[in-house]
T-cell receptor, first 113, second 114 residues
Framework: DTGVSQDPRHKITKRGQNVTFRCDPI?????LYWYRQTLGQGPEFLTY????????KSRLLSDRFSAERPKGSFSTLEIQRTEQGDSAMYLC???????????FGPGTRLLVL | AQTVTQSQPEMSVQEAETVTLSCTYD???????LFWYKQPPSRQMILVIR??????QNATENRFSVNFQKAAKSFSLKISDSQLGDTAMYFC???????????FGTGTRLKVLA
């Protein structure tokens, strides 16, 4: 299957710890997106990459968050000094080609204790 | 700033019946895309249907169709012949042309009853 994949699917961590999530987009897609989804809400945009360049960042992305896409393929999202408010589902999506429809991965569910 | 509103937090429909989910949006853009995504329980979000704002014809994908009213900024989803597998959260989303950030509504939880 060549869909968007994310790892890990679930992460439980203690407040103050650092966590890193990985996203592998559909191989031919040059754009990659990160969204955050809290319970009962729709996804909220965090950031997106075109190839390796990070072109837009939401104000939701505090200084504790950093995202990279070093070779224009997979991406990582790191959260430093996690807080309980960071508990959410982190969704990755990718797009490319006509229409730029975004295809989503299964998400990483983060729980900060 | 663009906003997307889904005013129906939950809906239910009998199997084989038709249901319509509502979505309104606010934008000053003239060119944009609208989407309906489906998120089944504990499964990933998938695209159901998309509509380009410049197209007057309403999009249709098998049992799914939209009623796009540009002047009213309304974009409803009609599901015909509802199936148990249609049970899911449905999200309406907006994206302005030339941008890549999608704005999502809060979702409608649809339950199809046997």
């Amino acid at each position: 299957d060549t869909g968007v994949s994310q790892d890990p699917r679930h992460k439980i961590t203690k407040r103050g710890q650092n966590v890193t999530f990985r996203c592998d987009p559909i191989s031919e897609h040059n754009r990659l997106y990160w969204y955050r989804q809290t319970l009962g809400q729709g996804p909220e945009f965090l950031t997106y990459f075109q190839n390796e360049a990070q072109l837009e960042k939401s104000r939701l992305l505090s200084d504790r968050f950093s995202a990279e896409r070093p070779k224009g393929s997979f991406s990582t999202l790191e959260i430093q000094r996690t807080e309980q408010g960071d508990s959410a589902m982190y969704l990755c999506a990718s797009s490319g080609g006509p229409g730029e429809t975004q295809y989503f991965g299964p998400g990483t569910r983060l729980l900060v204790l | 700033a663009q906003t997307v509103t889904q005013s129906q937090p939950e809906m239910s429909v009998q199997e084989a019946e038709t249901v319509t989910l509502s979505c309104t949006y606010d934008t000053s853009e003239n060119n944009y895309y609208l989407f309906w995504y489906k998120q089944p329980p504990s499964r990933q979000m998938i695209l159901v249907i998309r509509q380009e704002a410049y197209k007057q014809q309403n999009a249709t994908e098998n049992r799914f169709s939209v009623n796009f009213q540009k002047a009213a900024k309304s974009f409803s989803l009609k599901i015909s012949d509802s199936q148990l597998g249609d049970t899911a959260m449905y999200f309406c989303a907006f994206r302005a042309s030339g941008t890549y950030k999608s704005i999502f509504g809060t979702g409608t939880r649809l339950k199809v009853l046997a």
